[in-house]
């Protein structure tokens, strides 16, 4: 992913991420919403591929809508949180070191998830 996906302002410090991680304990917020920039994967094979690499079930995963793979593409998504995930996130933000393809940026807390129709 070079180009202008390089060129974005991304949160890849993991520093930071890493203290959420630690504060989703506290917080208890119901959703993790990101921003995933992907080349060569649509929305769906894209998706399936993280929850299998992070170890969790793909209905935790929802998006507004779905992205071709032949474009190099940004999309919001939501990963329901459950009792553990805090090993799952920090996993998440290292995740374009091990699937070179994908990278997640823009993390944040949600009380919802995204829906088909509904974006952002």
């Given at each position: 992913l070079g180009g202008w996906v390089a060129n974005t302002v991304w949160s890849w410090d993991l520093q930071p991420w890493l203290e959420l991680v630690l504060f989703t304990k506290t917080l208890n917020p119901r959703y993790l919403k990101f921003v995933l920039a992907k080349a060569?994967?649509?929305?769906?094979?894209?998706?399936?591929?993280?929850?299998?690499?992070?170890?969790?079930?793909?209905?935790l995963f929802s998006q507004a809508g779905i992205k071709d793979k032949s474009?190099?593409?940004?999309?919001?998504?939501?990963?329901?949180i459950q009792e553990g995930s805090d090993r799952a996130i920090s996993k998440l933000v290292q995740i374009s070191r091990y699937l070179p393809r994908l990278k997640i940026g823009n993390l944040e807390f949600s009380e919802e998830a995204l829906e088909p129709g509904r974006h952002g």
């Open positions: 060569g994967y649509d929305t769906i094979s894209a998706v399936d591929r993280i929850s299998k690499w992070l170890g969790l079930d793909r209905w474009a190099v593409t940004t999309q919001q998504i939501t990963l329901k």
